[in-house]
């Protein structure tokens, strides 16, 4: 009926428009994935992302903002200091949040300040243990002193619980205790604050650290040199185990990021903060 | 051309894309990893056990040994249960048991990954703290986890391998007398036998796989073991606890990670087909 020759070009015609249409497809997809993170209105809405410890303080932040200013969207996800700060340097999101120092490549970056967290070293509320020195610390740390016995307890093996490499609150915590020594390969890993906590809650024989204002009845926070984890004594720094928390960008934030950063660092944000358990730039 | 070629197409590119994703992941990872690789040598990253990523140190010769222990665990546990579940499925019960059962233990590998750790970490890591010693996250918790988790795979796998064996072999052998169990221990068992160790090969890949469970319940340390009491860290747990921090060449070793995970289940996977076919 229809010569060959047509229908080969048919054929051919219907092929390409079955790549292109993978193609686009494809394409499609991708853009539709890329979207998910990008601002689609740069005045109305804001993307913050990284630090799984500033989270929950940044949900916070937006939310009380957002009801602010009605008109504001601001969305906040977690992925972690590195993933944030990269994150804000790709443009993917308007502010990174980090709980780490920028390192030396990193210092191009715009970084603001917002709060100062401690990191508080928790144990089983069973545990009579009140206070230990950082010397003892670290050494628990580095695996060389392994039970509660050599710790005036009665003996048991300590389960140590620590972050995985590249959190923000690991490497807090391994500049201001471990020096140049490194944690344990024996140590449990757990990926977040929370999980750390909640292994602690459970198991009267452990010790972890966690986010102070992340502390809670569960827990029990113990003196690190005969200095509690308190707010005053995280203020005025004569508790050792403190880090920065940090907004990053790219370029100074303009519009709804200048807005939300002078938000945070306004005396009603640094209130909010310091009311969630972290102690205010000021 | 007719509506069925045109149809005939659209199915062959949909089938296409399926595939040239699994490229795009083979190439990605890759190209991701293999610097990495090739810069800390193969030699060094795969037998060195000390990993410490943002001090420049990467060996994973402890998860190796770790994802396999864990593995093997998991089927030291998963094999003889499923395969015991397997054989009174398919020899010693009744049909109309069979229709209710088989779908039953199906719904074991509905159930979501997280669940399970969920229930390892709340219920069965105490009770191993409490009762055996140690943290509780452990090689041991894993294993038990996995070893459930890879039941329905070994189960209906395993079935399907005795049901395909004939009827004239289990008619023939009782006709020379012998019994039900000696009938599927001496003709059906060996005549499935390929089968079943396809059924145990693809639990294996499971196992070696699974991750979410594993995170939960292994501890994740990054010593290598030295008594099933020991938290564990697998190959996958590494990658999926870390990658959220990860930047740089410590992101690099990750992807390299997933190079060796990738290299094992493909080692599994071909080593199945290989057995299928022969039978």
Redesign the interface.
């Known amino acids: 009926m229809?010569n060959p020759a047509k229908?080969d070009k048919?054929?051919a015609r219907?092929?390409r428009a079955?790549?292109w249409?993978?193609w686009g497809?494809?394409t499609l997809m991708l853009v539709a994935g890329g979207c998910q993170f990008g601002a689609s209105d740069a005045h109305h809405s804001l993307v913050i992302a990284g630090s799984?410890s500033v989270q929950p303080f940044a949900e916070k932040l937006a939310e009380i903002f957002m009801h602010q200013h009605p008109k504001a969207l601001i969305n906040v996800q977690?992925?972690?200091?590195?993933?944030g700060?990269?994150a804000a340097r790709q443009g993917a999101a308007d502010l990174g949040a980090s709980s780490r120092e920028l390192v030396a490549a990193e210092k191009d970056l715009v970084e603001i300040p917002i709060a100062y967290d401690g990191i508080a070293v928790i144990v089983h509320p069973s545990n009579p243990i009140t206070d230990l020195t950082l010397e003892q610390l670290r050494r628990v740390f580095q695996g060389r002193l392994q039970d509660w016995g050599a710790l005036g307890l009665k003996p048991h093996?300590i389960?140590l619980i620590t972050r995985?490499?590249?959190?923000?609150t690991r490497?807090a915590f391994e500049h201001l205790v471990m020096g140049q020594a490194?944690i344990?390969?024996?140590?449990?890993?757990?990926?977040s604050n929370g999980s750390v906590r909640?292994?602690v809650a459970?198991?009267p024989?452990?010790l972890g650290y966690i986010s102070v204002g992340l502390v809670d009845g569960r827990v029990k926070a113990v003196a690190i040199d005969g200095i509690s984890p308190t707010p005053e004594n995280i203020k005025n720094r004569t508790y050792e185990l403190v880090r920065r928390f940090l907004l990053v960008s790219r370029t100074p934030p303009a519009g709804l990021g200048k807005a939300f950063v002078e938000f945070i660092l306004s005396p009603q944000g640094q209130n909010i903060l310091e009311a969630e358990g972290l102690v205010g730039m000021k | 051309m007719g509506q069925g070629k045109f149809i005939e197409r659209v199915l062959f590119l949909l089938a296409l894309s399926a595939i040239s994703s699994l490229v795009l992941i083979t190439v990605f990872i890759f190209m991701e990893g293999l610097p990495l690789i090739l810069q800390t040598g193969l030699k060094d990253f795969i037998l060195s056990s000390h990993w410490a990523p943002t001090k420049g140190h990467f060996g994973i010769a402890a998860m190796i040994v770790s994802s396999l222990l864990v593995t093997l665990g998991a089927l030291v546990i998963g094999v003889p249960l499923g395969l015991a579940c397997a054989i009174v499925l398919a020899e010693f019960s009744h049909e109309r048991v069979k229709t209710i059962l088989k779908p039953t233990l199906e719904l074991l590998a509905g159930i979501p990954s997280v669940v399970y750790g969920f229930l390892g970490v709340i219920w069965l890591v105490p009770l191993i703290r409490n009762y055996l010693g140690g943290p509780g996250l452990s090689l041991l918790a894993a294993s038990l986890i996995l070893g459930i988790m890879i039941l329905p795979t070994v189960i209906s796998i395993s079935i399907d391998a005795l049901t395909a064996v004939p009827a004239l072999y289990r008619e023939g052998s009782i006709a020379l007398g012998a019994t039900q169990w000696q009938t599927v221990r001496r003709v059906v068992l060996p005549a499935a036998s390929s089968g079943i160790i396809t059924a145990i090969i693809l639990g294996m890949g499971r196992a070696v796989g699974e991750t979410m469970a594993v995170i939960m319940v292994a501890g994740n340390a990054l010593q290598l073991p030295t008594s099933i009491l020991d938290p564990v860290r697998t190959l996958t747990s590494n990658i999926a606890l870390e990658l959220g921090y990860a930047s740089g060449r410590h992101r690099e070793a990750l992807f390299a990670t997933g190079i060796v995970l990738f290299v094992i289940i493909m080692i599994l996977n071909f080593s199945a087909t290989v057995l299928t076919r022969r039978r």
């Open positions: 229809s229908e048919a054929k219907l092929g079955g790549v249409g993978f497809i494809l799984t977690g992925g972690g200091s590195s993933a700060i990269y093996p389960h995985e490499e590249g959190s923000g490497e490194e344990t390969p024996a140590a449990l890993v757990q990926d909640e292994l459970g198991d024989y452990s």
